[in-house]
């Protein structure tokens, strides 16, 4: 089938869609009522407090103060997505 027609545009929010197997699927973005939207924002709130309590600014390179973990961030927005897949483990 070619690509073009099995992705389309949702009309309503202009974001790609899938007509595979007859239900719409966006792709790639999220939807701010996802399970995946409110996971980045426990990671984002976590990367903040961190931050916040180590004395650091959002530019700092911040520490991960995961156990066994140490790992250094070039700022809080990648230590939200670090935090993110420390989280995808649990």
């Avoid at 869609?17 to 984002?44: C, H, M, Q, W, Y």
């Avoid at 407090?49 to 973990?69: A, K, L, Q, V």
Wanted: glycine share 4%; charged share 30%.
């Amino acid at each position: 089938m070619p690509l073009e027609k099995v992705l389309s545009t949702n009309d309503e929010k202009n974001l790609p869609t899938s007509t595979i197997a007859g239900s719409p699927l966006r792709s790639k973005f999220v939807d701010e009522n996802s399970s995946r939207a409110n996971e980045l924002s426990e990671a984002r709130q976590e990367a903040w407090e961190s931050m916040r309590r180590d004395g650091r600014n959002e530019t700092d390179t911040i520490i991960c103060s995961r156990p066994g973990c140490g790992d250094h961030l070039r700022n809080v927005e990648a230590l939200m997505y670090h935090l993110h897949i420390h989280n995808l483990d649990n």
